[in-house]
């Protein structure tokens, strides 16, 4: 888009009125393939102790770290056999969800890298959001985990999916920022079937764009994004991407609720973040929980400076919630502690996070 305005205005500029939609479709396709298309080279792909030259930071060893760290802490992993036994019901939810051209576009991606067996960008122009063939099912599982997950919740048993790719800014229309489905709104759409009024609170660092944009209609879902404060907020926004994450943002009927911290903002902000957070979610019957831990202060995605032991408090405040806890991984990308410690930051932020969920103090 960048080459393509800039040749644009080039155009009418030194050409004349009428050759910009020419200089700017050559620009388009200049930055097109400068970005290198929709073809993925080898030193793009995440390496497990490193991000890529894209930037692209989720990675295989985010899930197998925390799942290592729980087994060696807590003990044996309880892992989901059946992951297909919601699948009619959240292929309903998700069709209602997501719109049908996009669903399709992220099939056929799919398929397309299993014919090829080489991963591609989920959008030609947008390089931080790659597919492989396993992608498409990967996202589905995700939200069935999710599901099941809000089936066993109760109040004294939280139940917590531990799931890769994140979902957090998967839009109605569309896929971006390594999210393809949005596992947390399907969740919090399969839980109307057994609560009336459903809250979701989301504590990554970034905004949970999608997750608004995906329950922005429906009234008995409320939904809290903390996140760090960007300029992005204000303005029109695209049709694919409405909701911004300004705080005077609250959506067309006012269930959505943006906390904004400000760079550099730690633990204290966060815990008086969680509180206006919850404040606004008093009355729900049942709370999910979009656990990002991308706030650590060693963590390259935001300017946050939560502690690995602060998300102790976090998940203490949510547990004196006193409902029941349906818990999601979502970002969280710095791969490993300094020193001696050899725990990546990521599982030792989740492990502090049980700790205050199972109320440890």
């Not at 204000?234 to 609250?250: A, F, I, L, N, T």
């Not at 990002?292 to 502690?307: E, M, P, W, Y």
């Not at 599982?347 to 700790?355: I, K, N």
Request: aromatic share 8%; net charge negative; with cysteine.
């Amino acid at each position: 888009m960048l080459f393509a305005g800039i040749l644009g205005w080039a155009g009418d500029v030194y050409l004349g009125p009428g050759v910009s939609f020419f200089t700017s479709s050559v620009g388009g396709g200049l930055g097109w393939f400068i970005l290198g298309g929709e073809s993925v080279r080898v030193q793009d792909l995440p390496e497990d102790g490193g991000k890529d030259a894209k930037f692209v930071v989720d990675r295989v060893s985010r899930v197998k770290s925390i799942i290592e760290a729980i087994e060696s802490k807590k003990g044996e992993v309880k892992y989901l056999q059946k992951r297909d036994a919601l699948s009619e019901k959240r292929d309903t939810i998700i069709n209602k969800i997501h719109d049908e051209t996009y669903l399709n576009s992220l099939t056929k991606t799919t398929e397309n890298c299993a014919t090829t067996n080489k991963p591609q960008r989920l959008r030609q122009s947008y390089s931080r959001t790659l597919v492989d063939k396993y992608s498409s099912s990967a996202a589905l599982s995700a939200a069935s985990a999710w599901m099941h997950c809000v089936s066993t919740s109760t109040k004294t048993s939280p139940s917590f999916a531990i799931v890769r790719p994140p979902s957090h800014h998967a839009t109605k229309q569309r896929g971006m920022g390594g999210c393809l489905i949005n596992s947390v709104a399907t969740a919090a759409f399969y839980a109307m079937e057994k609560y009336e009024n459903i809250g979701i609170i989301d504590f990554d660092a970034h905004h949970g764009n999608g997750i608004a944009n995906c329950v922005e209609d429906e009234r008995r879902i409320r939904f809290v994004s903390i996140h760090e404060y960007t300029k992005m907020g204000g303005g029109k926004r695209p049709e694919y991407d409405p909701r911004s994450p300004d705080k005077r943002d609250s959506g067309p009927n006012g269930n959505i609720l943006n906390v904004e911290l400000g760079k550099g903002a730690g633990g204290e902000e966060m815990k008086e973040g969680l509180n206006e957070g919850l404040d606004f979610l008093k009355g729900c019957d049942v709370l999910l929980i979009a656990a990002g831990f991308d706030s650590h202060a060693l963590d390259v995605t935001s300017n946050l400076l939560l502690k690995s032991s602060d998300y102790k408090m976090v998940g203490n405040i949510l547990r004196d919630f006193g409902k029941p806890l349906v818990i999601g991984l979502e970002g969280g990308y710095t791969q490993f502690l300094e020193g001696e410690n050899s725990n990546s930051v990521l599982s030792d932020c989740l492990l502090y996070f049980v700790d205050g969920i199972e109320g440890r103090n």
